[in-house]
């Protein structure tokens, strides 16, 4: 009888094999650590925000200090938690496992991608530490330009270095997804996962360049006086925006995306059903990916650009809900008449079906013009991306970290607790972000500190909410580590789900496989035997 | 025979192998190319500047992926990606002059 090889956590010890291993799910784990050291920075700031909002009066800081704290915000989670931590971290474990394959196409240029994102996290950090910045997320000029007057430089400079990582994973996904799958593992038997990883590579390949240079053009303009967005030089500063929401815009679908993929295999596990309408959920991927590159200009309706470029961008605004609802209502076909459970990771799948539903069909009412014009810079803005992002991203965030938790450290959580968590913080998420709704359409704007007493009720329910939501959060990052020595040892498929990943052990080996499997099935196919091996 | 077999491998393992002329010629068409862009700088076709510019650097581009960048020689799925990006770039084009061809100057300012 073969002895079992370790697994990729046991074969080498030392901090030296883990700050040099070419292994994708030790880099995942590297991941793990740094975005969530950066949600937690991102998550302190947020804490400041709204302690601030708690009265009408500004009286825990100066409105610099305010617009330092929202931007550090902005950018922290943003930049080093939403765009890496679906992909860099799930993403970066699952995909060589979920297509048979012993590790990513390029697996040096993976743990370089994770040095850089270090590299530029730090740079953000000393640009933090050194005095802050107060640009708001977005960098627009003149604010980071002619009239800068914090540490712009090296905050934008951390972005545009940790825009390296994004295209390295991208370019590395893109070449295993073609290159590396097992055989019979054709295109439309993959998981929904890879396909909404592909979807989500394609535009951090084409997108990130154009952040990347825009923010150069920043510091090429202000240290060379090129005139690019200074209208005193001879630029124009909207077209900062242009070229900005051209990566940011999408960048949007980086974090939805991959979480969106998530979703598919929890739903498809926990239903105990194929994915309704396969095809169209993974074409739907792609459909995302493409229109999201065509509706920038919807952040800009009132900057100044022209009428007629504002009506062709609020129509194809429009065009981006059909595949994003085709998602969801395949996902709601998929639940019909399923033999469905309530685990952890179901309800946060439950959850994130609700809250981005909501965040996208506000989208849809902020890129109709005139409704835009109402409630453009006003918390309707606010709550509406945080429906997507932190309703959505983080939502499924979660789900993915719970479903594959047991796979990935070999141990399973306390199930109990985690749903209790799960109920704590959909209740404190829609107590913080569903009154900011309101705020937002009766007209208070975002980014200040100070505001009328009318809108006081509100804001005290919201920072209310967002308590509750930071229990659920600190909940979270208690039990995890704690079930890593106290939970109970993980079987290779603890929930009964479909894939390759788990046909390996809890947590796999270092190459992952035993021997090279050989897929004869459909994805979540639950008639027959999945994979034999060769 | 097994000589011929390993050159076959050692050419897909480290792609096209192409004589230097071309290198060269590539090389002096992308100079000939910076001198044109420089000589239609000094001559006035009115809306047909950037058009011009635009063309000639176009061209340039063509040359450096098809040759230096030997997708010519590359399998189908590399064009794909190589218009991709090009595709994406005439995208933002076309949406960016949608905004500034349509622009309606305010009275006063500039």
Known sequence: MSQKPPTYLGGEYGMRSWLLTLDHKRIALLYLLGVTFFFLLGGVFAVLVRLELLTPAGDLFQSETYNKLFTLHGVFMVFFFLIPGIPAVLGNFLLPLMIGAKDLAFPRINLLSWYIYMVGGLFTLYAMLAGGVDTGWTFYTPYSSTYANSHVIAAALGIFVSGFSSILTGVNFIATIHKLRAPGLSWFRLPLFVWAHYATSLIMVLGTPVVAITILLVAVERLFHVGLFDPALGGDPILFQHLFWFYSHPAVYIMILPAMGVISEVIACFSQKRIFGYKFVAFSSLAIAVLGFLVWGHHMFVSGQSLYAGVVFSLLSFLVAIPSAVKVFNWIATLYRGSISFEAPMLYALGFIGLFTIGGLTGLFLATLAVDVHVHDTYFVVAHFHFVMVGGTVMAYLAGLHFWWPKMLGRLYPETLARITAVIIFVGFNLTFLPQFVLGYLGMPRRYHVYPLEFQVLNVLSTAGASILGLGFAMTAVYLPWSLRYGKKATPNPFDARGLEWTTTSPPMAHNFEEVPVVSTEAYERDEPEVVHV | ?110
Do not use: C
Not at chain 2, 51 to 63: M, S, W
Not at chain 2, 64 to 80: A, G, P
């Open chain 2, 1 to 110: 025979m097994v000589l011929i077999h390993e050159q076959a491998s050692l050419m897909s393992e480290h792609g096209h192998v192409l004589p230097l002329r071309i290198y060269f010629g590539v090389f002096f068409a992308l100079l000939a190319g910076t001198a044109l862009t420089s000589w239609v700088a000094t001559i006035d076709l009115g809306h047909l500047n950037d058009a011009v510019a635009l063309a000639i650097a176009g061209t340039k581009a063509a040359l450096v992926i098809l040759f230096f960048m030997h997708v010519r020689y590359s399998s189908k799925l590399i064009w794909v990606f190589s218009l991709a990006g090009f595709v994406w770039l005439v995208l933002f084009f076309v949406l960016i002059l949608a905004d500034y061809e349509t622009r309606v100057p305010v009275q006063g300012w500039g």
